[in-house]
């Protein structure tokens, strides 16, 4: 014991055996690097979580929009056809009780109705415009407005598809107008026992072709619905379409003007620039105002899914 704890005489100091002495790292982890570690695992956990809430709203709320968009032109059409008012008008009571039941606020429904008159809901006189946009791959755009203040909404468009990269450039000389009618049986009587369905639908499209030709069609065609498809002078669509609506028995869907692209189609082969082109499209889509959108863009080396989410707010 005496070996290892001594004494001094002289001295109440006590002497203790000597240690090891303990290395300690000088290098520190500093608490805003602790903190980034200990919480980046629940903020991705979270971010992920929200994303996905995020990203299912969003395309709940774009399909929302875009069935909305169905119903409002078909009442504006209807409206401007067959009169504004639903107890003289028994198909835009349909539509209108068909909006209803989807949900359709009913300023949305007052404001097609009103459109198919040329006014708006106040009752102010409508103004047409175009507004003429490019962005790359070489996609031209045409974007139809009608608006109680042209000048307004091309002052609130022009910096909306700039955020998105496209520039305002003439294109119109791309495109040429051409009218256009959609009609359609208004039902789904097809029948899946039957085997000869399909050369019954052709025989009834060759009768239907020679009546639209004699309404005063230019060209005819069936889309991927079954539905026809007339081709017209601008200035005879509505009068060809409800023409052959009598001769025909069929239900007009859509009668519009439209831009018809004259030039090679611009093929989208990026991705990112799909992504781009469906973010843009949907933005001025929901602008108040906007009509129709037309673009020459094609699908090029990208999937479905991406494509999709540019078709549903394309006019053609």
């Not at 240690?19 to 602790?34: D, H, V």
């Not at 359709?104 to 008159?117: L, S």
């Amino acid at each position: 014991m005496s070996s290892l704890l001594s004494i001094s005489p002289l001295s109440t100091r006590i002497s203790l055996p000597r240690r090891s002495p303990i290395i300690r790292s000088t290098k520190t982890i500093c608490a805003q690097c602790r903190r980034s570690f200990a919480a980046n695992a629940i903020l991705a956990s979270g971010h992920n979580k929200w994303s996905k809430i995020r990203h299912d709203k969003a395309a709940a709320d774009q399909k929302k929009n875009t069935q909305r968009n169905v119903f409002a032109k078909q009442m504006t059409l209807l409206s401007k056809m067959y009169g504004p008012d639903p107890n003289m008008n028994p198909q835009l009571a349909s539509i209108i009780s068909q909006a209803k039941k989807a949900g359709m606020p009913k300023v949305g429904i007052d404001i097609a109705i009103a459109r198919g008159q040329g006014k708006t809901e106040t009752g102010a006189g409508l103004e047409t415009a175009t507004l003429e946009v490019m962005m790359a791959p070489s996609v031209a755009m045409v974007i139809d407005i009608e608006s109680d203040n042209k000048q307004r909404s091309l002052k609130d468009l022009r910096p909306m598809v700039k955020k998105f990269g496209a520039t305002v450039t003439p294109t119109a000389f791309l495109f040429t107008r051409r009218g256009r009618a959609v009609l359609g049986r208004g039902g789904d009587d097809s029948d899946g026992a039957n085997p000869t369905k399909t050369e019954r639908e052709k025989a009834d499209f060759d009768d239907l072709m020679m009546q639209a030709l004699e309404a005063g069609a230019e060209d005819v065609e069936a889309d991927d619905e079954g539905n026809v498809v007339l081709w017209t002078q601008p200035n005879m669509t509505h009068k060809v379409a409800q023409d052959f609506a009598k001769s025909s028995g069929l239900s007009i869907l859509s009668s519009d003007i439209i831009w018809s692209c004259t030039s090679d189609k611009a093929r989208v082969d990026d991705p990112e620039a799909a992504v781009t082109l469906a973010k843009l499209l949907a933005a001025v889509r929901e602008y108040p105002g906007v009509q129709a959108v037309y673009t020459n863009a094609e699908r090029g080396d990208v999937s479905e899914e991406v494509w999709s989410a540019v078709e549903e707010v394309l006019d053609s």
